[in-house]
């Protein structure tokens, strides 16, 4: 009965936010230099393919259909990984490489002993996500919210492994995940409205004492947690990075922002409102000043370019570079945008498309 219900509140809600149309999308294969797989991730509480949840409600598409599945069938290739909804940038980045790499999740002995977790999870031997993963068969990932976060530690891990992990296991059980040697595996990262620098929806509060864990995705969230995890991702010269940050605010008259009501999806308001008034200075001391007031509802803008240090330059379509951040403008719109967002349905496969055939002629 739960079956048949759920079947048909899907069928009411597509009938109701039907599949937005393609047919303005006009890829032209013929000026690509690259043609590399586009794996896609998603943020905290999110799903993928490997998910029933995504059959009925893709999470890149939302109400406005499957995008991934209409890229497709344009002519890039697009997969969806499933990563940990809640889990922490470690173990979402050991997730997403052995459903690209088709073997068992390793999180490494010393990281699954210092948190007191199985080392291993599931086998993807036989349902890997792409067929191929080598320094010629290179792959693009891209990363909603906190799966930029992912996304830029799996580019870190596979250029430089994990000395820990190298010191704490025998070579002959060492996931090729912690070995490094592999940045020319990745051909661009591209961040999506993710908290790479932190975001203040957390306060100033010490995560150390508000949550039961420190591995997880929120304790990962916290802006002192952020800005150091940070000093252990490198950019590597090979790799193309991208960052689009999105905006859903206007300033206010007494200098605050607030959320415009045309863009944020009203589960995401009063955090928009809360974010946008948010100042202060974290526990480790760093100063979070009005610049951090716009935001996306759930990120802060600021937050969501490049990592606060590395090499950055506004994205120019004429002159990208390798091994610096290529900033795009602005997106407007809510956390939720970059999905296709809920209730007001977007369709962002153009935007996507547009996105794909920058990068495959690079």
Not at 166 to 194: H, I, M, N, P, Q
Request: glycine share 8%; with cysteine.
């Amino acid at each position: 009965m739960l079956r048949n219900m759920t079947v048909y509140l899907m069928t009411v809600l597509m009938f109701l936010f039907p599949s937005l149309n393609i047919s303005d999308i006009h890829p032209d294969p013929s000026a690509w230099k690259t043609d590399y797989p586009y794996v896609y991730v998603h943020g905290l509480h999110g799903w993928g393919s490997y998910d029933l949840q995504n059959r009925f409600l893709p999470y890149w598409g939302m109400f406005g259909g499957d995008m991934i599945k209409n890229l497709n069938s344009l002519g890039f290739t697009c997969r969806s990984a499933s990563v940990d909804p809640e889990g922490s940038a470690w173990d979402r980045a050991c997730e997403l490489y052995a459903q690209l790499s088709g073997t068992r999740v390793d999180y490494g002995k010393a990281h699954s002993e210092k948190f007191g977790h199985d080392r291993y999870g599931k086998d993807f031997a036989e349902d890997r996500l792409i067929d191929a993963w080598s320094a010629q068969d290179k792959i693009n990932l891209l990363g909603h919210s906190f799966g930029g976060v992912t996304v830029r530690l799996l580019a870190e891990l596979m250029a430089n492994g994990s000395a820990e992990e190298r010191g704490a296991t025998d070579a002959a059980e060492l996931s090729a995940l912690f070995t490094g040697g592999k940045a020319d595996w990745v051909y661009s990262v591209t961040t999506l409205a993710a908290p790479t620098n932190g975001t203040t929806a957390y306060g100033f509060g010490d995560p150390d004492k508000e949550l039961e864990t420190a591995d997880c995705a929120a304790y990962d969230m916290y802006i002192d947690n952020a800005l150091a995890l940070n000093e252990t991702i490198s950019v590597q010269s090979c790799t193309y990075y991208f960052a689009i940050p999105c905006s859903t605010t206007v300033p206010a008259q007494d200098g605050t922002h607030v959320p415009d009501l045309e863009l944020t999806e009203r589960q995401e308001l009063e955090s928009a409102e809360n974010l946008g008034r948010l100042t202060g200075v974290t526990p480790k001391g760093f100063v979070v000043d009005a610049s951090w007031l716009e935001n996306d509802g759930l990120v802060n803008t600021i937050s969501a370019g490049a990592p606060f240090g590395a090499p950055s330059v506004k994205l120019d379509r004429t002159n990208i570079r390798p091994g610096v951040w290529n900033v795009a403008e602005t997106h407007r719109g809510d956390h939720m945008s970059l999905m296709g967002d809920l209730w007001k349905t977007k369709n962002i496969r153009p935007l996507y498309a547009d996105w794909m055939e920058m990068i495959n002629s690079l």
